[in-house]
């Protein structure tokens, strides 16, 4: 079974303040993906990574895939209030469907 | 507004009924998913169409659940007797190809409570 957890799973902060999101996984995955979603609503894609190795950047967002392909990493520099939701990993596996394995998800409240 | 939209938004239930709930995708798009979410959790993947072929289910999905894709068009979910544990989201994603870098994307959500 492919699980993908996320740390922390909460997260508080000022705005300005910087922060890093992890997605750790024990097993290899094609690609991965980072979604957002608000209160009431489905996710929306933010970024897909590749290569293993891999950064990207979405004007105050960094992804990064690990070199294995297992993890990647999301970081806000300079959080503001309407970064605010819940940040999700998601695995696509090497399975012919492309289903998606989602993480455990992070909780972000970016404060005024 | 990603151009899937769900129906119901809401729907709440006593336990033991049946309920019933609509996707309709993308137009051109020819892969569509079911998702549940838990409170606090991200999705976990139900079932999957290509067209109006179900090819895959996951071991989530019990006997009381059906889903459906007449003409690979829109689809239907239907819960048999509800129980209070499936008190959820459902989220369903369509996509246009098979890539895995494409991108699938999701309606609203039917968010269903069962008293």
């Known amino acids: 079974t492919q699980l993908l957890e996320q740390s922390p799973q909460f997260l508080s902060i000022q705005e300005g303040e910087n922060l890093t999101v992890y997605c750790n996984s024990s097993s290899v995955f094609s690609s991965l993906q980072w979604y957002r979603q608000e209160p009431g609503e489905g996710p929306v894609l933010l970024v897909t990574v590749v290569t293993g190795g891999e950064v990207k950047k979405l004007k105050r967002l960094t992804f990064q895939f690990g070199d294995a392909r297992k993890d990647s990493s999301l970081h806000i520099t300079a959080a503001q209030p309407g970064d605010t939701g819940l940040y999700l990993c998601?695995?696509?596996?090497?399975?012919?469907?492309?289903?998606?394995?989602f993480g455990t998800g992070t909780r972000l409240q970016v404060f005024p | 507004d990603t151009g899937v939209s769900q129906d119901p938004r809401h729907k709440i239930t006593k336990r033991g009924q049946n309920v019933t709930f609509r996707c309709d995708p993308i137009?051109?798009?020819?892969?569509l998913y079911w998702y549940r979410q838990t409170l606090g959790q991200g999705p976990e993947f139900l079932t999957y169409?290509?067209?109006?072929?179900?090819?895959?289910k996951s071991r989530l999905l019990s006997d009381r659940f059906s889903a459906e894709r007449p003409k690979g068009s829109f689809s239907t979910l239907e819960i048999q007797r509800t129980e209070q544990g499936d008190s959820a989201m459902y989220l369903c994603a369509t996509m246009e190809s098979g890539q895995p870098t494409d991108t699938q994307y999701f309606g609203p959500g039917t968010r269903l409570t069962v008293l």
């Open positions: 998601a695995g696509v596996g090497t399975y012919n469907t492309d289903k998606l394995i």
């Open positions: 169409f290509q067209n109006e072929a179900q090819l895959e």
């Open positions: 137009s051109e798009h020819n892969r």
